[in-house]
């Protein structure tokens, strides 16, 4: 048994990731990649299997999984279609505040209905003013009463742009404020009005229709609140961001296992014409497959360990839970930038899924938190200085 497998709890929803990891994403991964489609057959199939919903309670319908299990359902995704992981990630990361803040009218209007599988979510934190800066806010809502006028939403790089019902979104209701002092909303996308404001046309992640989008229109206080006006900081940042870090990680492991398996595939499967050998009987790219596997290994026992201590704990490091985003992304660009090399002019060519695997990679390093500003803190953690 490896020190990895599923315990006998997490297994049901694991082996249903990987079943249709396999039977469904993986047949049209290259397809949407291909088209920058937004793989919403595969969001049916995640609902009926019960995914979409498998952090929320039991008692509201959900699955109830633990961290783990959720880290390790992400990370199968992503081995077979990085961009449906992603989108995933997102829907799981929006909503994880939601149901862990919801007050009884957002239990019966939202999180029912997505444990059901009825509806999908989304984050939409970062601006293009501010861009990988996400922890200040520019876009501005004005109190009405009971209520919020959206006077200046403007988000950038929305994952499921349009497609999503519900986006997770830090607002400022004060313009004076100052940073982190921001109210979170789930802003219902049949309430509002809303525009994509460009295309999405990413190296990687192709299909994750990630758009600017702009809202305008009204959002009820009790509705579409999370938690209290400007609770962003207390209430809703410390219940957001661990699994939001550790599912980032998930996205960039499941991408750096698909590579490993298509590397195998491919050094298993290149014979040479004159001596019948294949690459994987020569000693230099048994190597590379040790370094890879290395590098995955290393990578998973820190994530799985951080995610192991957040079920335990409910809380974890913060500078663990920043590192793992990085350490996942890095060990995705090393895998894939290895499996390249190893995969010759035919995976250069596009024989196989290699180069979509180094496009997704490359996206984890701009994504916020980026690996850059992830550096960065943690260094000023290390010598005792303020992160911002
Ligand atoms: C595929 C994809 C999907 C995304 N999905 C979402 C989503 O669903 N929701 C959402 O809210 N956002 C999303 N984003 C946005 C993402 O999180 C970042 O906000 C965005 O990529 C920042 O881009 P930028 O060009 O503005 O970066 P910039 O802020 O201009 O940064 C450019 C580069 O400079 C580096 N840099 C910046 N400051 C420093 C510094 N002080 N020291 C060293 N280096 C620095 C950054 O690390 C980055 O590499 C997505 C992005 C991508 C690529």
């Not at 109830?64 to 990370?75: F, L, N």
């Not at 990630?89 to 599988?117: S, T, Y």
Request: hydrophobic share 45%.
């Amino acid at each position: 048994m490896s020190l990895f497998d599923p315990l006998d709890h997490q297994r049901p929803l694991v082996e249903a990731a990987e079943r249709l990891a396999e039977q469904v994403l993986r047949s049209r991964a290259d397809e949407v990649d291909h088209t920058a489609e937004f793989p919403r057959h595969n969001f049916d199939e995640l609902a009926k299997a019960g995914l979409l919903g498998m952090r929320i309670p039991q008692k509201w319908g959900g699955q109830g999984a633990d961290i783990r299990t959720a880290v390790m359902v992400i990370e199968r995704l992503a081995r077979a279609c990085g961009s449906t992981a992603m989108c995933f990630k997102m829907h799981c990361e929006a909503i994880e505040p939601l149901w862990r803040l919801a007050n009884d009218e957002q239990v019966e209007a939202f999180v029912k209905p997505l444990a059901a599988g009825k509806l999908l979510a989304t984050t939409a934190i970062s601006e293009a003013g501010t861009g990988s800066h996400t922890w200040v806010m520019q876009s501005y809502a004005t109190r009405a009463g009971d209520a919020y006028d959206l006077t200046e939403v403007h988000k950038g790089w929305v994952t499921s742009s349009g497609h999503a019902d519900l986006y997770f979104t830090p607002i400022l209701h004060d313009k004076t404020a100052g940073v982190g002092n921001y109210t979170a909303f789930m802003i219902e996308k049949a309430a509002v009005d809303w525009t994509i404001d460009g295309a999405w046309n990413g190296l990687g992640m192709r299909a994750n229709a990630s758009s600017p989008m702009t809202f305008r229109g009204q959002l009820k206080a009790h509705r579409h609140r999370l938690g209290d006006e400007g609770g962003w900081q207390k209430q809703v940042f410390p219940v957001f961001m661990p699994f939001s870090m550790i599912t980032f990680a998930a996205v960039y492991l499941g991408i750096a296992e698909g590579a490993f398996a298509e590397a195998i595939g491919h050094v298993t499967g290149r014979t040479y014409g004159d001596t019948g050998s294949n690459l994987a009987k020569l000693d230099g790219i048994q190597r590379y497959i040790g370094e890879m596997r290395l590098s995955l290994d290393r990578t998973r026992a820190f994530v799985m360990a951080v995610a192991a201590q957040l079920d335990a704990d409910g809380a974890a490091d913060p500078r663990h839970l920043i590192e793992t985003v990085c350490a996942a992304d890095e060990t995705a660009l090393e895998v894939t930038r290895i499996a390249m090399n190893i995969g010759g002019g035919k995976s250069y060519a596009g024989a196989n899924a290699l180069g979509r695997y180094l496009r997704d990679a490359q996206a984890g390093s701009v994504m916020a938190p980026t690996d850059d500003m992830i550096k960065l803190r943690v260094g000023r953690i290390s010598l005792g200085l303020p992160q911002f």
